[in-house]
């Protein structure tokens, strides 16, 4: 099956600073992608949709400018947390939709961010 | 926003019986989704059942879809220790890939 890789898979940043996460989608192209957050115990949460080659789209609550996202090529997208802060420590996990197939996503194995 | 609700949140059972878990929805569907989540992992896909489907069989895994009830369920025949971990419903109700999911349940397979 198709593989989606994140790097890193955990990161641990002091609270102000940024934290850039990628996406791959390793074997196939991915003209969109989609961000989750997970906090401990519960559900995914969708954050935004990431569009190759135009601007992001974000789920209602979720800050654009905090979370910043790039999907730059077609096997590429990253999210970074900017001046982070405690509360955004979660386990973010991205996913590809591979265009050739009508409905299957592809879930990288996530990435574990804790803020001190 | 969530809005799938499933039940059991946990569920504990000895290897060798059957778990049964259940996810209702709230809006109309084209398809409904069923992922496994190892503990700290990432979401693998099990099965994804059309709204045109009453069941689908997968192995040792059972869903059903009840389209007039909106809700679906997830058998897993015969578990096994390996099948600890947290199952999790999803819909895409405009079929533009962003996933809704349930609560989750989170299955415990005793040895």
């Known amino acids: 099956g198709a593989v989606v890789s994140q790097h890193p898979s955990w990161v641990i940043c002091k609270s102000g600073t940024s934290v850039k996460i990628e996406c791959r989608s390793l074997d196939f192209q991915a003209t969109t992608m989609f961000w989750y957050r997970q906090f401990p115990k519960q559900s995914l949460m969708l954050m935004a949709t990431?569009?190759?080659?135009?601007?992001?789209?974000?789920e209602q609550g979720v800050e654009k400018d905090k979370f910043l996202i790039n999907h730059a090529s077609l096997t590429l997208s990253t999210l970074t947390v900017t001046s982070a802060h405690p509360e955004d420590s979660s386990f973010y996990i991205c996913?590809?939709?591979?265009?050739?197939?009508?409905?299957?996503?592809?879930f990288g194995p996530g990435t574990r961010l804790t803020v001190t | 926003s969530q809005q799938g609700e499933e039940d059991p949140q946990a569920l504990s059972i000895q290897e060798g019986e059957n778990a049964t878990m259940n996810c209702s929805y709230k809006t109309s569907i084209n398809n409904l989704q069923w992922y496994r989540q190892n503990s700290g992992r990432g979401l693998v896909h099990l099965i994804l059942?059309?709204?045109?489907?009453r069941e689908k069989h997968s192995g040792r895994l059972r869903v059903t879809l009840d389209t007039s009830k909106k809700s679906s369920s997830l058998l897993i025949t015969a578990s096994r220790a390996a099948d600890t971990a947290s199952y999790f419903c999803a819909t895409d109700p405009g079929n533009t890939g962003k996933l809704i999911f349930g609560q989750g349940t989170t299955l415990q397979v005793k040895p």
């Open positions: 059942i059309r709204s045109n489907e």
């Open positions: 990431s569009n190759e080659g135009s601007k992001a789209t974000y």
């Open positions: 996913s590809a939709r591979d265009f050739r197939a009508t409905y299957e996503q592809y």
